[in-house]
Structures are given as C-alpha cells and as structure tokens.
T-cell receptor, first 114, second 113 residues
C-alpha cells in the first residue's frame, strides 16, 4: 500500500489567499484525521471523520478553517483567508476501526503564509 | 479536557544505554495510550501502544508501562542505537472509540555513537 498521500508537500502563500490541502487515506480505512503541528502548540487534532462523516471538529481553530470528505478516498482542508499564524505542518492520518486504533500518518504539508 | 504532560523534553544517551520517557495524563477515563516516533521531515509512526487493562507491554527493545492509579505511563528503550534518534510523542485517547488522541509535547531523543 502507498500509505497516506498528502499534497502538496510544501505550500507558500500570501496572507489573505485561500489554501487547500489534500489527503488520500489508506484504502479500506474508515477514519480520517487532520492534525496541525507547530513548535508552540505541538500536535493538535483539528477534525476527524468516520465513514466520511465529521465526528469531532472541536479542534478547528476558527471559521476560516473547513474540512470535507466527499468520498472514502479523498479529503480536503481549506483555509480561507489564510493568515501568517496558520503557518505549520498539517498532517493527515487514517485508521481502521476494525483493525484497532493505530493511526497512519501521511508525510505532511508544510504551509508557510507570508 | 484531557491534558498530557511529557518529560523530559530532550534526552541524550550513549549508544547502548537505556532511555526512559515519562508521561502523565489527567482524564481517568482515557483507555488507550500509544507512543509515536517522528523522524525529521516525516509523519509520526506508531511504535508501541498499551490499553488500560494491561500494565506492561514489550516489543523487542521497546517496552511501555502503565500505572492507571497514578495516571502515568512510560516508554523504555533498551540498547539504544543511533537510528533511535527522533522525537517521541505519547498520547492518550479520550473517547470510547479510541480515536481522539491528545498528544504530549514530545521528547527529542539523541543517541550518541
């Protein structure tokens, strides 16, 4: 299996622009997670889905952030408008509820907002 | 909500020595405790986990212990090797499905040859 795939790997954008991060989970996994990692706040869960339905979005920082999962093989995290404080590494992870709790992380997207 | 603390924040050991990282959690309802290893430029990877009905688990050079009464758990790495150098994160699950993790702040382990 190719593992969790994220794109782009690096994104540099200007403040105020819209940013869309993409994730393809491992085939057969029914949970998908979006995390943000910064030096100051560590690894934070933003939102997670089960069978394409958002279960807990309490970690989404504000209305500028939105996430969708239109099907079992694709999810997006959108920031609009972006701000410099959104600069971080964003990870997508997936897991199988039947196979246990292990979450498999993607390589991450490093976002820089100038 | 759940709060996970982790110590030390950095740890340097000589190759072949043992390393111990400790975590405490606040929510007594937490029931699943994974440990993740993150190498530079990569996503975290699960190395070992333990559930609340088990006190200790071992996998080759890695072991985890859990004390539910005291609400703390520890990672033990024996016979450390340079490739063990990485950032290690502990986590605690806070929902019944074991999917909603709260991560500790991480420990940067350096194994000196």
């Amino acid at each position: 299996d190719a593992g969790v795939i994220q794109s782009p790997r690096h994104e540099v954008t200007e403040m105020g622009q819209e940013v869309t991060l993409r994730c393809k989970p491992i085939s057969g996994h029914d949970y998908l997670f979006w995390y943000r990692q910064t030096m100051m706040r560590g690894l934070e869960l933003l939102i997670y889905f089960n069978n394409n339905v958002p279960i807990d979005d309490s970690g989404m920082p504000e209305d500028r952030f939105s996430a969708k999962m239109p099907n079992a093989s694709f999810s997006t995290l959108k920031i609009q408008p972006s701000e410099p404080r959104d600069s971080a590494v964003y990870f997508c992870a997936s897991s199988s509820g039947l196979a246990g709790y292990e979450q498999y992380f993607g390589p991450g997207t490093r976002l820089t907002v100038t | 909500g759940e709060n996970v603390e982790q110590h030390p924040s950095t740890l340097s050991v000589q190759e072949g020595d043992s390393a111990v990282i400790k975590c405490t959690y606040s929510d007594s309802a937490s029931n699943y405790f994974p440990w993740y290893k993150q190498e530079l430029g990569k996503g975290p990877q699960l190395i070992i986990d333990i559930r609340s009905n088990v006190g200790e688990k071992k996998d080759q050079r890695i072991a985890v212990t859990l004390n539910k009464t005291a609400k703390h758990f520890s990672l033990h790495i024996t016979e450390t090797q340079p490739e063990d150098s990485a950032v290690y994160f502990c986590a605690a699950s806070i929902d019944n499905y074991g999917q909603n993790f709260v991560f500790g702040p991480g420990t940067r382990l350096s194994v000196l040859p």
